[in-house]
C-alpha cells in the first residue's frame, strides 16, 4: 500500500511516499481504508522526536494520528463493525496510508463529508480534555493562546457554549474571524500582558496554551504569579515553568462519546472547524511544513 514513511528524526526531508505492507487486523481490531486524515502540530513534533516520552516511536514509522474513512476488514470476534461502514477517529499504525488499524472511531455521519470528519478526533478530544483539566466554568474568563487553530477554534465554541468569556490570543488577520465564533481576540507579541489586562480587566481565570513559543512566561504574570488553572499542549518545556503539559489519557469510552457529540454539534452547524487546505499524500511533507511554520487558519487535510 502507498504510505508516508520515516527512517529517522528530523525535518520534513526525512518524510518519503513508498510502499508498506498493508496491515492485518489481529482480534478484536478493525482495518480501515483511509480516505481523508487530519494534520497536527503533533506529527511534526513526532517527527522530530519531540515527545518520545509521551509519544515513542518504532521505525519505520508511519505518521498520522486522526482520519476519516470505511471499514475495510475485520478482525476475528469483531461484530460492532461491517465492511463499508463510514467511521472516523483514530488509527494505532499511522494514518497517513492507504490502510490503518483503528484505534477509537465512531460511526461518520453521512451529513458530514469525509473532510470534515477528519477535523473534529483530535481538536475535538484535546479542546475538551484541557477544558475538564482548567475546570472552566460558567462566567469565567479563559485566556486561550492560538486561538486561531483548529484546537483553538474548537476550544472557543465549547467554553462560549459553557457561558465562559473567551480572550484569544491570534494574529490580527484572524481577529474578525475569531469575533464570529465568539472570542474577544488579542494580537500576541510584546505587550501582550498589558492587551489582555485591556481586554480582561476582571482578571483571567484560567489559561489554554494551544500555541506554545514562550506563552507560559506572560500566562503565569496574568494568573497573578500563580501556575494554578494553566495547561499546555504545545510547550514542551512546560516543566521548567511548573505547569502540567498535557499529552492526552483520555479514557477510550469518553474519547467515542466526545467524538459522536462532537458529530452531531457539527451536523447541527453549532461547532466548526474550517478545512483550510488539502494535500494529496506525496504532498505530505509540504503539509507538515505549512503546519509547522504555523498561523494556519482551521484544518490541514491529507487526501489519499
Do not use: C
Not at 518520545?52 to 471499514?71: D, I, R, S
Not at 460492532?80 to 494505532?92: C, K, L, P, Q, S
Not at 498535557?246 to 469510552?253: A, L, R, V, W, Y
Not at 472547524?273 to 498561523?295: I, N, R
Amino acid at each position: 500500500m502507498r504510505a508516508i514513511i520515516y527512517n529517522e528524526f528530523g525535518g520534513a526531508e526525512v518524510l518519503h511516499h513508498g510502499h508498506t505492507d498493508k496491515p492485518e487486523p489481529a482480534p478484536g481490531e478493525v482495518r480501515v481504508k483511509v480516505v481523508t486524515v487530519g494534520v497536527n502540530p503533533l506529527d511534526y513534533k513526532r517527527r522530530y522526536g519531540w515527545v518520545e516520552q509521551f509519544y515513542p516511536t518504532t521505525f519505520p514509522a508511519v505518521p498520522g494520528l486522526e482520519f476519516a474513512g470505511t471499514v475495510d476488514a475485520l478482525g476475528e470476534g469483531v461484530s460492532e463493525w461491517a465492511v463499508g461502514d463510514e467511521v472516523f477517529g483514530w488509527t494505532r499504525t499511522g494514518a497517513y496510508a492507504e490502510y490503518a488499524i483503528a484505534g477509537d472511531i465512531v460511526a461518520k455521519p453521512a451529513e458530514l463529508s469525509f473532510a470534515v470528519a477528519a477535523t473534529l478526533p483530535v481538536a475535538g478530544e484535546t479542546a475538551q480534555r484541557v477544558l475538564d483539566q482548567l475546570g472552566l466554568k460558567e462566567g469565567e474568563t479563559l485566556l486561550l493562546h492560538g486561538a486561531a487553530g483548529a484546537v483553538g477554534q474548537v476550544a472557543v465554541q465549547l467554553a462560549v457554549a459553557l457561558g465562559a468569556t473567551v480572550i484569544g490570543t491570534a494574529s490580527p488577520a484572524n481577529h474578525d474571524f475569531l469575533r464570529t465564533l465568539g472570542a474577544v481576540p488579542v494580537a500576541y507579541g510584546d505587550g501582550l500582558a498589558d492587551r489582555v489586562r485591556a481586554a480582561a480587566p476582571q482578571g483571567i481565570d484560567a489559561v489554554f496554551d494551544a500555541a506554545g513559543h514562550d506563552a507560559l512566561p506572560v500566562s503565569i504574570e496574568l494568573r497573578g504569579g500563580t501556575t494554578e488553572r494553566i495547561v499546555t499542549i504545545a510547550d514542551t518545556r512546560a516543566e521548567e515553568y511548573g505547569v502540567p503539559f498535557s499529552p492526552g489519557g483520555t479514557p477510550p469510552e469518553a474519547v467515542r462519546a466526545g467524538l459522536a457529540a462532537q458529530a452531531r454539534l457539527a451536523v447541527e452547524g453549532r461547532l466548526a472547524v474550517p478545512v483550510a487546505e488539502t494535500f494529496p499524500l506525496a504532498d505530505a511533507a509540504k503539509a507538515q511544513e505549512l503546519s509547522e511554520a504555523g498561523h494556519v487558519r482551521g484544518k490541514l487535510i491529507i487526501e489519499i
